[in-house]
């Protein structure tokens, strides 16, 4: 009995979509959490970088915030560029973070900066929907559906 590789294809395609997906989906519950239960600490901006973007030809602004946490450790962390615009160096700006894990939960997110909310919803939601269509594409192409 030969094996059935028909839907092979976009199902690893679908596989990658899928991860991309978990990666944004759980940023922004890891924002809205510390948004709604974490700790609150005035920081500022402390540099503006350029990076070579992996999704289109130009670059990308980078902005690095700082703050202290409770412990009085300096913590730098960056947040999507496109997101927030309109800060230099020495701008002010309110952080909220876990005090358990400040590094990899610090965002400058609030009513005003509210593009670390938006972005990774969008691009969950995108690689999601682009992953169902894929496994759908999947079982039509392998007979299953």
């Known amino acids: 009995m030969p094996a059935r590789t028909e839907g092979l294809l976009p ?5 990658l979509f899928g991860v991309f997906s978990v990666h944004y989906l759980r940023r922004l519950f890891t924002v ?3 948004l709604r239960h ?3 600490a005035t920081g500022h901006c402390v540099d503006i970088r350029w990076r070579r973007s992996t999704d289109s030809d130009g670059d990308t602004k980078c902005y690095v915030f700082a703050f202290q946490d409770r412990d009085g450790h300096e913590v730098r962390f960056e947040d999507h560029a496109r997101a927030f615009r309109g800060f230099t160096v020495g701008s002010p700006v ?4 876990d005090p358990g894990a400040p590094l990899k939960t610090a965002t400058i997110a609030d009513r005003e900066n509210w593009g670390a909310v938006a972005v990774p ?3 969950g939601t995108a690689f999601g929907l682009v992953t169902l269509v894929l496994v759908v594409v999947a079982g039509l192409v392998a007979g299953i559906l």
């Open 32 to 34: 809205l959490r510390v």
């Open 94 to 97: 309110r952080v909220s973070y």
């Open 11 to 15: 199902l690893c395609v679908a596989a």
């Open 38 to 40: 974490g700790e609150r």
């Open 121 to 123: 919803a969008l691009l």
